[in-house]
C-alpha cells in the first residue's frame, strides 16, 4: 500500500510538474537530506526541465529561468 503525502500542491500543479519531468522522489530525498521543502521542489523542477534534452526555445529559456531566480533569490520557504 502507497503512503499518501500532502504535497503542497494542488492535483493540476502535480500534473503539470510530472508533464516537465518532476521526480517526487528525488524531492523526497532532497527533504531527508536537510532541504527546505520548498526549495528541495524548484531544485526538482529545474532538473526536470533540464534532464532530458538541452534547452532550446525561448519559452523553454524563460520558464528555466524564472524557476532559477525563484530558487536563487532566497525568497523560497520564506
Excluded at 56 to 72: D, I, K, L, N, S
Amino acid at each position: 500500500m502507497t503512503e499518501t503525502h500532502d504535497l503542497g500542491m494542488t492535483d493540476t500543479e502535480y500534473a503539470l510538474l510530472i508533464a516537465q519531468g518532476y521526480d517526487p522522489n528525488l524531492k523526497s530525498q532532497l527533504i531527508e537530506l536537510g532541504e527546505n521543502p520548498d526549495q528541495a521542489r524548484q531544485l526538482v523542477r529545474i532538473v526536470g526541465l533540464t534532464k532530458d534534452k538541452p534547452l532550446q526555445t525561448e519559452e523553454e529559456w524563460q520558464e528555466f529561468m524564472a524557476v532559477w531566480e525563484h530558487t536563487c533569490d532566497g525568497s523560497v520557504g520564506k
